[in-house]
């Protein structure tokens, strides 16, 4: 069975642009949730997607929007990008939210 | 409102010997408990869960679990570590209210020498 893939895998990006991530979770997952990983911050919940639905947000401003499509992919967007963005985006998905979550292997974006 | 503590940062260990990291949880409403592992340039990988059950539970490399709900801790531990297992800890709860939303402590750099 094919594990959680996101792309991609690294991105450089200066202030102000806009980006968008992939996340395509395990077959059958129909829960995709999106964390921040900083050195300072630690892993910070971003939010969490279930049947193209958003049902839980955590404490980021409204700059980082998501959604989910039929097929249960995901995309996180980031708008108007500033140098504190700069981390590793990991998902992880599930087969419901109250289940053990698999992660992938993140994107790490850079901002120049 | 739920928070997970690592209570060390780093844990230093030669191999063989055995190992302990600590985790403890606040939560005002029923979690479920897990450890992860991230490797360098990796994501996390699950090592262990607690959802219900037996309070010991076992999991992937030879890492074990207690889950204590009187001390609010679910302490991992190895009898024997090897260099491979150095690694960033990562401790976690997720309410059984079905949010999709883990809480993890700050993580535990386990670092072991030959």
């Known amino acids: 069975k094919a594990g959680v893939t996101q792309t991609p895998r690294y991105l450089i990006k200066t202030r102000g642009q806009q980006v968008t991530l992939s996340c395509s979770p395990i077959?059958?997952?129909?829960?995709v949730s999106w964390y921040q990983q900083t050195p300072g911050q630690g892993l910070q919940f971003l939010f969490e997607y279930f049947s193209e639905t958003q049902r839980n947000k955590g404490n980021f401003p409204g700059r980082f929007s998501g959604r989910q499509f039929s097929n249960s992919r995901s995309e996180m967007n980031v708008s108007t990008l500033e140098l504190g963005d700069s981390a590793l985006y990991l998902c992880a998905s599930s087969t419901s939210g109250d289940q053990p979550q698999h992660f992938g292997d993140g994107t790490r974006l850079s901002i120049l | 409102a739920q928070s997970v503590t690592q209570l060390d940062s780093q844990v230093p260990v030669f191999e063989e010997a055995p190992v302990e990291l600590r985790c403890n949880y606040s939560?005002?409403?029923?979690?479920?408990l897990f450890w992860y592992v991230q490797y360098p340039n990796q994501g996390l990988q699950l090592l262990l869960k607690y959802l219900s059950g037996s309070t010991l539970v076992k999991g992937i490399n030879g890492f074990e679990a207690e889950f204590n709900k009187s001390q609010t801790s679910f302490h991992l531990r190895k009898p024997s570590v090897h260099i491979s297992d150095t690694a960033e800890y990562f401790c976690a709860a997720l309410p059984t209210s079905n949010t999709g939303k883990l809480i993890f402590g700050q993580g535990t750099t386990l670092q072991v020498k030959p």
């Open positions: 077959s059958g997952h129909r829960s």
């Open positions: 939560s005002s409403v029923s979690v479920y």
